[in-house]
């Protein structure tokens, strides 16, 4: 079955760039997604890239995928503490609606 | 901009008792989901709904889970003898028709089985 892996704690300075890795099995995923999840809040969608695309960027963000690999990347730049939240990292493939999440990675704002 | 609203933000049950999770869509949409998240774990996919059915449910969504479209605008999720283990956040999502694929999700209900 499908399995999307992040590790679990990310520590940055206040104004670095932040780097929140993925890794995920399933070879026939379609959609990547990046969610953001503040304490006591739902689920905020961040961006998203398909499958046949390597980069994306939004402003501060930025999704790298190495399909290759299946590897994806989630750059914040200019990181601030309204960054500070979970980040989920989810992957959706063809003719399945269910979104298959990673465990999040916690990320923390070093003032 | 529309959202999805769910109530009760925070429900609290005794073990064996029936819950109902409320969800309101966004209003145009016809795709809904209900996914949950026990505390610091994954957030896991429950089951999905379309033209009055569901399309897909998980392993965990077994004969204690139902859903229901009871009118044009809600979307509820029944637990009918809720377990210990139940006691998760539940989020319900909901999606649109077209190229635009994003899952819409609500504030979720945390759900507390004593």
């Known amino acids: 079955g499908e399995d999307v892996e992040q590790s679990l704690f990310l520590s940055v300075r206040e104004g670095d760039s932040s780097v929140i890795n993925c890794t995920y099995t399933?070879?026939?995923?379609?959609?990547l997604y990046w969610y953001k999840q503040e304490p006591g809040a739902g689920l905020q969608l961040l961006t998203y890239?398909?499958?046949?695309?390597d980069m994306k960027q939004d402003q501060r963000l930025t999704v790298l995928l190495n399909k290759k690999d299946k590897h994806l990347s989630l750059r914040i730049a200019d990181t601030q503490t309204g960054d500070s939240a979970i980040y989920f990292c989810a992957e959706e493939n063809v003719g399945n609606e269910k979104l298959t999440f990673g465990t999040g990675t916690r990320l923390t704002i070093i003032p | 901009e529309p959202e999805v609203t769910q109530t009760p933000s925070h429900q609290v049950t005794q073990m064996g008792q029936e819950v109902i999770l409320r969800c309101v869509p966004i209003s145009n949409h016809l795709y809904f989901y209900w996914y949950r998240q026990i505390l610091g774990q994954k957030v896991e996919f429950l089951v999905s709904?379309?033209?009055?059915?569901?399309?897909?449910k998980s392993e965990i969504f077994d004969d204690q889970f139902s859903v229901e479209r009871p009118d044009g605008s809600n979307f509820t999720l029944k637990i009918r003898s809720t377990k210990l283990e139940d006691s998760a956040m539940y989020f319900c999502?909901?999606?649109?028709?077209?190229?635009?694929?994003?899952?819409?999700f609500g504030p979720g209900t945390r759900l507390t089985v004593l």
């Open positions: 399933d070879s026939s995923s379609t959609y």
């Open positions: 890239i398909f499958s046949n695309m």
């Open positions: 709904f379309y033209n009055n059915e569901i399309s897909e």
């Open positions: 999502a909901s999606k649109g028709r077209g190229s635009d694929n994003e899952q819409f």
